[in-house]
Nanobody, 119 residues
Framework: QVQLVESGGGLVQPGGSLRLSCLATGTIFSPNVMGWYRQAPGQQRELVASITGGDTTNYADSVKGRFTISRDKAKNTVYLQMSSLKPADTAVYYC?????????????WGQGTQVTVSS
């Protein structure tokens, strides 16, 4: 089992910045992929950014150049630095962990943290 706890959400004005954190605890397999997804009201959950064990990153087109994902492997923590925030970025942001270990797939979600971009 892996537990994911997100933090850092909140209310920010357009153009502002926020940093989300996600701490993973439990049985962590390496390598793994960790990522951030978001879900706005009435919308499907979508990938925002992901990072592999080798630190390869992937971003949604809508956040490229504004968001940066990073990880501290020693702390089992992944971060999402969000800058130049727009009202369209308003959503619940979820942390995700995925690993393939001995042929079995392991995937877990955090509880989500609300990000609201509004003046």
């Amino acid at each position: 089992q892996v537990q994911l706890v997100e933090s850092g959400g909140g209310l920010v004005q357009p153009g502002g910045s926020l940093r989300l954190s996600c701490l993973a605890t439990g049985t962590i397999f390496s390598p793994n992929v960790m990522g951030w997804y978001r879900q706005a009201p009435g919308q499907q959950r979508e990938l925002v950014a992901s990072i592999t064990g080798g630190d390869t990153t992937n971003y949604a087109d809508s956040v490229k150049g504004r968001f940066t994902i990073s990880r501290d492997k020693a702390k089992n923590t992944v971060y999402l630095q969000m800058s130049s925030l727009k009202p369209a970025d308003t959503a619940v942001y979820y942390c995700n962990y995925y690993a393939l270990h001995l042929g079995a797939r392991f995937g877990y979600w955090g509880q989500g943290t609300q990000v609201t971009v509004s003046s």
